[in-house]
């Protein structure tokens, strides 16, 4: 089973439109999607029903979260101009998106736990960066009782290896998706994960998760027109572009 997930949209139609083409191009078996479809740019209401219409599973982001806050204070100021622009209908899709997906796969006579979320178990906030103090991540796996957790909203893709205290010759996988939407490591293509899963597979081993991250070229020079000539700050254009 080949699984790809994608993060981090921002509302950037022209990313996710390019994504969900390679995707297809990719024998690929199901597809999540970690949060924050909204922020940013200019096509939050597009994007929403894109990924609606494909029927794809959906965590809730900060921003979609921040989205639903905004429009149920009836916030009107220009800082929140990119949150206002999410219609009734999506808006209440956001609000109705969980917090984790958690998936169990029975390999090997084993059963190991996949955890899907934004930010880290804890808060959709939360950032879980690839130099995280080794202790500190294992103690966070241990805590939720996952063998692989996938995660998004730093923007930045990785996949780290961390070996459990628990169980000499055991290991655990970190995985960060980067964004679709607006990348920050330097490389403006969007990004997206697809992980391997196969009878053979043993997640407990250094090698038994098959990750592939791939990079899409898409025109970003219609996201960053759309924002220049928009109620957007110019900057978000720039980040687009430079990729931070």
Not at 39 to 65: F, M, Q, S
Not at 230 to 242: G, I, Q, R, T, V
Request: aromatic share 8%; with cysteine.
């Amino acid at each position: 089973m080949r699984i790809a997930i994608i993060s981090d949209i921002h509302a950037n139609l022209p990313a996710l439109e390019e994504t969900l083409k390679s995707i297809e191009q990719q024998n690929i078996d199901a597809v999540y999607c970690l949060g924050d479809l909204v922020g940013y740019n200019l096509w939050p209401n597009a994007v929403i029903n894109e990924i609606r219409k494909r029927h794809i599973p959906t965590l809730a982001g900060n921003h979609d979260v921040k989205a639903v806050d905004i429009h149920n204070k009836g916030s009107k100021d220009s800082e929140s101009y990119a949150y206002q622009i999410v219609g009734k209908e999506q808006i209440e899709y956001l609000s109705a998106l969980p917090a984790h997906i958690k998936l169990e796969y029975q390999v090997l006579n084993k059963l190991f736990i996949v955890l899907m979320v934004h930010g880290s178990p804890y808060s959709n906030k939360e950032y879980l960066l690839e130099d995280k103090n080794e202790n500190d991540f294992t103690d966070i796996f241990l805590d939720c009782g996952a063998d692989i957790i996938i995660c998004g909203h730093s923007h930045k893709p990785y996949h780290r290896i961390l070996e459990n205290p628990n169980k000499l010759g055991s290991y655990f996988h970190a995985v960060n998706v980067g964004s679709v939407g607006k990348p920050k490591d330097g490389n403006p293509k969007c990004c997206f994960a697809v992980i391997t899963i196969n009878k053979n597979s043993d997640f407990s081993k250094k090698e038994g998760v098959q990750v592939e991250f791939i990079r899409v070229r898409y025109d970003i020079e219609k996201a960053a027109k759309a924002i220049e000539e928009s109620d957007l700050p110019n900057s978000y254009a720039e980040m687009l572009k430079k990729a931070y």
